[in-house]
Nanobody
Framework: QVELVESGGGLVQPGGSLRLSCAAS????????MGWYRQAPGKERELVAA???????NYADSVKGRFTISRDSAKNTMYLQMNSLQPEDTAAYYC?????????WGKGTLVTVSS
């Protein structure tokens, strides 16, 4: 079993920044890939950013150059630094990993970008 707990969401003005955290109940070094997804009201969940066990990353086109995924293995925590936030970034953000073929999700943290 893996428990993932997100934090760091909130209300921010356009152009602002937030850093999301995802704390895992197991060593993240044992995960092949970890990722951040988001789901806006009325829309499907979409991949925002992912990081492989080797450290390679990929991003959705809509966030390239603005968001950065990172991890701290010593803290078993993954991060998403979000800069230059825009209203269209408003969504619930979820942490995900797959461990022994099973998908695990956190409960999400809400990000609202509004003036």
């Amino acid at each position: 079993q893996v428990e993932l707990v997100e934090s760091g969401g909130g209300l921010v003005q356009p152009g602002g920044s937030l850093r999301l955290s995802c704390a895992a109940s197991r060593s993240i070094s044992s995960f092949n890939t970890m990722g951040w997804y988001r789901q806006a009201p009325g829309k499907e969940r979409e991949l925002v950013a992912a990081m492989s066990g080797s450290g390679s990353t990929n991003y959705a086109d809509s966030v390239k150059g603005r968001f950065t995924i990172s991890r701290d293995s010593a803290k078993n925590t993954m991060y998403l630094q979000m800069n230059s936030l825009q209203p269209e970034d408003t969504a619930a953000y979820y942490c995900n990993t797959k461990w022994f073929g099973v998908d695990y999700w956190g409960k999400g943290t809400l990000v609202t970008v509004s003036s």
